[in-house]
Structures are given as structure tokens and as C-alpha cells.
């Protein structure tokens, strides 16, 4: 697509993108307008990939034509749902589905985390004096690092005395660390996709940018 | 010539004739820790004593923001987080029962938002209940229990606007958050609202530090809701996760003893 077609998309993308960073000013009209055009396109969107990529392929193949009817149960546990908008005496009824989906939630978690958990526990058996003294400081600040922040958030456990109270003020420190080192990292990939619009704008819109 | 001709993939012999190898180990902890959990959720509910939890810095703000909107006639926001009834919404779901009963006593506007519409009946029914047990059931208003949208990004957009239309006074972010988090803590900021999140994310947890009055971290989200709910079930769950990091704190201790004397052996032995 070129020429006409594609100038008038960049222009309603650039719209749209200066009508969101207006909200850095103040909220305001342009910014509502865009903020419900986003939302009823996501719902338009979301119904019709829903109805292309789920209903059609599920009714017109798995259980059309290949006759898997064993998946009408599911579907019918979905419709039950919506007898919630029903009669009054009928609306407990929409909570078996949801029952079933926590349900399946918790005995999945149960079967699959233990594996991952194990995991995490095996992997913080470190030597202290490893190949460099890097290394090795890194291993002993990764095990008492680890060690002090289950000790931080057993909850049973009151925090007094002195090891209590000196364990929390380092996992405390620890904790800053790690966040700042954490929001540093999130600020860049901001900065990284508001670069991108920028470079939409000037570049791929108004063509000032190569 | 590793490409010339391939081994026969043969699965290696089950553990002691039924076990896949390596799942001895979780198949004892699963079945350790559920026999644990049961027997302290038993002894929770028949009032028999269980160890206190301790109380969570920052839950006395909960009722410092609701009264906060109460004082100043505005709306006070809750949303349950990214996800569908995983542990983290769970939490979320008792947050929000207490969050609703402290509206509902208020008299004060609970605006509760989602973007997963499997939440929403949850929700809606959850803020029903908590207006019917302080005797207000006329008072709940469904249309303030909404699901935005599916969309990431479109939900977070109606956040902010509702954050700025209705002038929202406490906004409470409680479960697991995505890329959303700043963008949403940031315009309750901007809004003047007092905030409170729990999220145990790592990755979304710097955000929420920094841009909201209190954070509840990590596993401080289950703690509070089982600290606020009082629901035997999650405190017994809770006393036996704190039970279970002892246990993991000392098997990381002995890990650590036997890779340090360059034994294998303990290792070995748990991941059987």
C-alpha cells in the first residue's frame, strides 16, 4: 500500500499518538475521544478474532467436521456462565464454571510449580570460592540474599531482636537495590518505545527523519 | 559424526518402577505440604491455636485512603490485577472484599475495574456481598463493577480516564500487573489519589515503589488478604507457606554446606 492510502493511515496514526501524549498536559477532549476510539476498537477486534481464530474454527471443523463433540461440554460450561443476566433462582447455576476454572487453576499449580521450585532451590547451592573473587562474592551475596528474603517474609516470625531487626534492614537495602536497578531498566525501554513514536511521527509521518 | 546415525531415544526407567526420574522428590513435597496445609487450615477453623501473623506495614492505610475519599465526597478504585484466578487474584479478591466493606460502611464510591472478563462476576458478586453484610444492599451499583476491555493498553487507557472524570480519591492496585502498572499508578499520581498496591511481580514492583504511598510486596499481598479476611483457610495456607520457606530456608542452608564441601550427594538426593 502506498501513495494516497498510506498518507491518510500515518495521519490518523499520528492522531492518535498526539491526541495520547496530549493527556501529558491535562486530560482533555482529545485524549477521551482517542481513549474510547481505543477501547471500541480493542472490543471490535477482540469479537472479531474471537469469532475467526475460536468459534468458526471450533464449530465448523473441530466439531463439524471432525466431530469432536466431547468439546460442546466446555462450550456449554461457558454458556452457563451467562445465566448470571437469567432468573434469580437459576444464577447459582453460573458459578459451577467458575468453581471448575479455579478449581483446575489450583490443581494445576499444585502439579507444575513444585517442578520449577526445585529448581530454584538447587540452583542457589553455590561454592563461595569460585574461578574468580568476582564470582565468589557474587555466590555469597546471592545466598544470604536469598536466605535473609525468605526470612523477610515469613510472616509468623515477629521482627524482634537484634537478628530479626538486622536481617530485615539488609534484605531492606537488598530490596532497594534490586528495584532500582529494576526501574533504571524499565525507564530505558520506556524511553526505547517513546523513541519509536517519535521516530514514527518525524520520520515515517511528516518524513523529516531518515 | 554426530549427524550419521542417532542413539535410539529411550526414556530412562521410571524411579522405583512408577516414578518419572526427578519427580520422587515433588511428588513427597506435594503430598507433604498438602497434609501440612490441611491439618493447619483444620486446626484454624475448629479455633484451635495457630501461630499469630504478624501485621503488614501498610494496612492501616487501607483505611486511612478510604476515609481520605469519604472526607473529600470522591470515588475510591480498585483493580484486581492482569490475570484470572490465579493465587495473586485470589488475594486480590479478599483485598477487595475488605477494601468494598470499609466503601459500603463509608458510604463511599467503589469503582472496581477489570480486564479479564472472567473476573467480572467474581468482582461484581464479591462488592455485592460486602454492601449486603453491612446491611447497604441498595446502595451496591453494578454499573461500577467494569470490564474495560481484554486489551492491555485500551484497558489502561479507561483507567486514566475514569481516574480523571470521576476524580478518584484512593486507588487500590492489588494482584499480578504487566507493562500497565506505572502507566496506571503514574495517573491516579497525577489525579492526587493516595494509592496502595500489592503486587508480588518483580519486574513491576520498581514502578509501583515508586509511584504509589504503599506497596505491599511480594507474598505481603497473601499475607494481607489473609490477614484482613481472617478466613481460616487462608490463614492455615499462610502459616503453611511460612512453614514451607523455613523448610526451603534450611534445605538452601544444607545445599549450600554439601556444595561447599564439594559433595553432590544432597542434591542428588532431592532432585531423585
Redesign the interface.
Known amino acids: 500500500m502506498g501513495g494516497l492510502p498510506k498518507t491518510v493511515e500515518l495521519t490518523i496514526g499520528a492522531i492518535g499518538t498526539l491526541a495520547v501524549f496530549s493527556f501529558l498536559y491535562k486530560e482533555n477532549l482529545a485524549y477521551r475521544y482517542m481513549e474510547h476510539i481505543y477501547i471500541g476498537l480493542a472490543a471490535a477486534h477482540g469479537a472479531v478474532l474471537t469469532f475467526h481464530n475460536q468459534l468458526k474454527p471450533l464449530f465448523l471443523k473441530q466439531i463439524g467436521a471432525q466431530g469432536q463433540y466431547s468439546l460442546l461440554i466446555p462450550v456449554a460450561m461457558g454458556l452457563l456462565l451467562y445465566l448470571r443476566y437469567g432468573p434469580k433462582e437459576w444464577v447459582w447455576i453460573s458459578r459451577l464454571p467458575m468453581a471448575f476454572w479455579v478449581g483446575y487453576n489450583a490443581g494445576y499449580t499444585l502439579a507444575y510449580d513444585p517442578k520449577v521450585l526445585l529448581g530454584q532451590i538447587t540452583g542457589t547451592f553455590l561454592k563461595f570460592s569460585a574461578k574468580t573473587v568476582g564470582e565468589s562474592i557474587n555466590n555469597i551475596l546471592f545466598v544470604l540474599i536469598c536466605v535473609f528474603t525468605l526470612v523477610y517474609f515469613m510472616f509468623t516470625l515477629k521482627r524482634e531482636g537484634q537478628v530479626m531487626k538486622g536481617i530485615s534492614a539488609f534484605t531492606r537495602y537488598a530490596f532497594m537495590v534490586a528495584l532500582g536497578v529494576g526501574f533504571s531498566n524499565g525507564i530505558m525501554a520506556r524511553v526505547s518505545l517513546f523513541l519509536g513514536r517519535v521516530q514514527f511521527l518525524l520520520g515515517d509521518w511528516l518524513g523529516l527523519v531518515k | 559424526m554426530p549427524w550419521a546415525i542417532a542413539a535410539p531415544n529411550t526414556p530412562p526407567p521410571p524411579t522405583w518402577g512408577i516414578f518419572t526420574p526427578g519427580?520422587v522428590?515433588?511428588f513427597f513435597?506435594?503430598i507433604v505440604?498438602?497434609a501440612v496445609i490441611y491439618w493447619l487450615i483444620s486446626r484454624a477453623k475448629a479455633g484451635m491455636p495457630v501461630?499469630?501473623?504478624?501485621k503488614?506495614a501498610g494496612l492501616d492505610a487501607f483505611d486511612e485512603a478510604v476515609g481520605r475519599a469519604t472526607e473529600m465526597g470522591r470515588p475510591v478504585h480498585f483493580t484486581p490485577g492482569f490475570y484470572?484466578?490465579?493465587?495473586h487474584t485470589?488475594a486480590a479478591f479478599s483485598i477487595l472484599a475488605h477494601v468494598a466493606s470499609l466503601c459500603a460502611r463509608y458510604d463511599t464510591r467503589l469503582i472496581v475495574t477489570t480486564l479479564n472478563a472472567?473476573n467480572h462476576?467474581?468482582l461484581e458478586e464479591i462488592v455485592r456481598q460486602a454492601y449486603l453484610e453491612v446491611g447497604k444492599p441498595d446502595s451496591f451499583n453494578r454499573e461500577d463493577v467494569r470490564y474495560?476491555?481484554?486489551?492491555q493498553?485500551?484497558?489502561t487507557?479507561?483507567v486514566?480516564?475514569i481516574f480523571?472524570?470521576e476524580k478518584v480519591a484512593a486507588n487500590f492496585m492489588m494482584g499480578w500487573f504487566l507493562g500497565e502498572a506505572?502507566v496506571i499508578a503514574e495517573a491516579g499520581a497525577l489525579a492526587g489519589a493516595i494509592q496502595i498496591a500489592g503486587c508480588p511481580a518483580?519486574?513491576q514492583?520498581?514502578?509501583l515503589?515508586?509511584s504509589c504511598d504503599y506497596a505491599l510486596?511480594?507474598?505481603?499481598l497473601y499475607?494481607a488478604s489473609a490477614y484482613l479476611s481472617k478466613d481460616p483457610v487462608m490463614v492455615g495456607t499462610?502459616?503453611a507457606v511460612?512453614?514451607f520457606?523455613?523448610f526451603?530456608?534450611g534445605?538452601?542452608?544444607i545445599?549450600?554446606v554439601?556444595?561447599?564441601l564439594g559433595s553432590k550427594a544432597?542434591?542428588n538426593f532431592?532432585?531423585k
Request: without cysteine.
Open positions: 519427580t522428590g515433588q513435597f506435594v505440604y498438602s501461630p499469630e501473623i504478624r503488614i484470572a484466578f490465579s493465587s485470589l472472567t462476576p467474581v474495560l476491555s481484554g486489551y493498553f485500551a484497558y487507557a479507561g486514566v480516564g480523571h472524570r506505572l518483580v519486574v514492583l520498581p514502578y515503589v515508586a510486596i511480594g507474598d505481603e499475607a499462610l502459616i511460612d512453614w520457606k523455613m526451603i530456608t534445605l538452601i542452608v545445599g549450600v554439601f556444595a561447599n544432597f542434591m532431592i532432585t
